[in-house]
């Protein structure tokens, strides 16, 4: 009995799709490079080598190349053969923040999950923090508040502000929290911006960070976490309160509101 196109997808036999070569000369390179072929700090072959031995054209190997270096993986200077870069959390990490901040700000909905989701992970960093924190933790950790009250009304706030949540994440050890923590943070900023800039604003999150910071110092983990995310539903929930106000005021005809949306975003 002949089979049906249906029951040939089901068993995997349906064409395979054509691609672009310089998709199969990436995927040849990253096999390579996985592999041990070509180690860290070592360098590709030449451009015409790898043409050769690939058997396609220039514009191919060039984009193959251009992708690999997107990723992070490999750096290209001018005159010089390409280099095997030592792929880090951060680079990975910091590859994909142009989309994530592309998709906060073209999406509300994904945006409270994503408060959602830093919510959790925050306090998650609080309770390891408050199991594991030494003196030296904690003095770093009180030194970012310091820092960060003594910048009250200057550009320097936020930096401070994000120094705090960096310096629990700290306390794991876990390079990939540290550096997710920064991103997130990064990611966030152009929405805490309009908040922590109004008139009195920047007192409440240094009192709020010191409840976060008193609870790690006790070594009490259960009233960290729920410091931090009392923390960060109050600042969410703030978020939220000034868009809507921003969103009827530019409804109304307020030319200054629609103003400030605009530079809050950029």
């Known amino acids: 009995m002949p089979q049906t196109h249906e029951s040939q997808t089901d068993n995997g036999t349906e064409p395979i799709q054509r691609r672009k070569l310089s998709h199969e000369v990436l995927d040849r390179l990253l096999a390579r490079i996985r592999s041990g072929d070509f180690p860290v700090g070592s360098h590709l072959p030449s451009e015409r080598d790898l043409m050769t031995t690939f058997g396609v054209g220039r514009p191919a190997v060039r984009e193959a190349l251009q992708s690999l270096e997107r990723m992070g993986m490999i750096s290209i ?37 994503f408060m959602d989701a830093r919510m959790f992970f925050e306090s998650g960093m609080a309770r390891i923090a408050a199991q594991r924190a030494t003196k030296a933790d904690l ?89 931090m995310t009392a923390h960060l539903t109050r600042a969410t929930n703030a978020y939220r309160t000034h ?13 200054q509101a629609e103003r400030a949306t605009g530079k809050a975003r950029k």
Request: hydrophobic share 40%; charged share 25%.
């Open 77 to 113: 200077t001018h005159g010089e053969r390409a280099r095997v870069l030592a792929v880090s959390a951060e680079s990975v990490i910091g590859q994909i923040g142009d989309v994530i901040q592309h998709m906060l700000t073209s999406s509300p909905e994904m945006l409270d999950q």
């Open 139 to 227: 003095e770093r950790i009180r030194a970012t508040i310091d820092a960060q009250r003594s910048s009250v009304g200057s550009e320097a706030f936020l930096d401070h502000d994000m120094d705090f949540h960096r310096s629990i994440a700290e306390v794991s050890g876990n390079v990939i929290y540290v550096t997710l923590s920064q991103a997130i943070f990064e990611w966030l900023k152009q929405f805490h911006r309009p908040l922590v800039r109004d008139p009195g604003a920047e007192r409440l999150p240094i009192t709020e960070h010191t409840r976060v910071y008193d609870a790690i110092a006790k070594h009490d983990p259960e009233a960290a976490a729920k410091a």
């Open 243 to 255: 868009e809507k106000q921003v969103a009827a005021a530019i409804k109304a005809g307020d030319p």
